[in-house]
């Protein structure tokens, strides 16, 4: 398989700065929503977790501050972003539109067959995490997935925007599977028809899926104006 795109705190370990350990920590915990949306947290917030001085959690801060979970604010902390409509419609149609383009340029120059024998060895960890009911685990399987259909096409400023992106997107499937119970099990299913389609090397009828998927997971009720 591919070297694959990973999340913050699956890429950390004892051996990390201990800034990308705290951002890494603070990442999970605002996902897992230990961190509520709209509560403040401060450096001294992280300092103390995780042990350290005020100086690596002012970058652990900045770090959160990239990748959207938090917002700063000047001499009190950071907030804890909220996840509205729009910012996931945006999100969604970003990582759609990304897929579709990669999947047309592997039709062009070839390279589905390995696309596709990674896809399914990522369902198998998508299905293990729907048969343990782990939605963090899924999550990252799922930001996994995608992001190795992304990352087909080859174009290494889109990948430098999908690892900014991968704890809002995270975030995203994280929320929807832990409140529509059943999600999971939907997301899967959806992922096979998608490794399915990207498979048979039709861009367009890959394009119309996905933002099927995206409606059937993420907007039941409709795509918000």
């Known amino acids: 398989m591919n070297e694959l795109l990973t999340l913050p705190w699956q890429r950390t370990d004892d051996t990390s700065p201990i800034a990308s350990r705290m951002a890494a920590w603070a990442a999970r915990e605002i996902i897992e929503r230990r961190f509520e949306p709209g509560e403040l947290l401060t450096e001294a917030d992280l300092a103390e977790a995780q042990k350290a001085s005020r100086t690596p959690a002012r970058e652990a801060m900045l770090q959160l501050e ?10 009190k902390g950071a907030i804890v972003t909220t996840v509205t409509s729009r910012e996931r419609r945006d999100l969604l149609a970003v990582r759609a539109m990304f897929e579709t383009d990669a999947v047309q340029e592997l039709t062009t120059r070839g390279g589905l067959e390995s696309l596709a024998v990674d896809l399914r060895a990522l369902l198998d960890g998508q299905r293990q995490a729907v048969e343990e009911r782990n939605p963090l685990d899924f999550a990252s399987f799922d930001y996994a997935f995608h992001a190795r259909l992304i990352r087909g096409g080859g174009n290494s400023i ?26 999971l099990d939907t997301l899967l299913s959806e992922h096979e028809r998608l490794t399915d389609r990207a498979e048979h090397g039709s861009a367009e009828e890959f394009g119309q899926l996905v933002h099927e998927h995206i409606d059937a997971s993420h907007f039941p009720q409709g795509r918000p104006l």
Do not use: F, I, S
Request: net charge positive; hydrophobic share 40%; no cysteine.
């Open 158 to 183: 889109v990948e430098e925007l999908l690892t900014t992106m991968g704890p809002r997107l995270a975030r995203l499937t994280y929320q929807v599977a832990t409140d529509q119970p059943g999600t």
């Open 66 to 75: 990239r990748w959207r979970l938090v917002r700063l604010v000047p001499k």
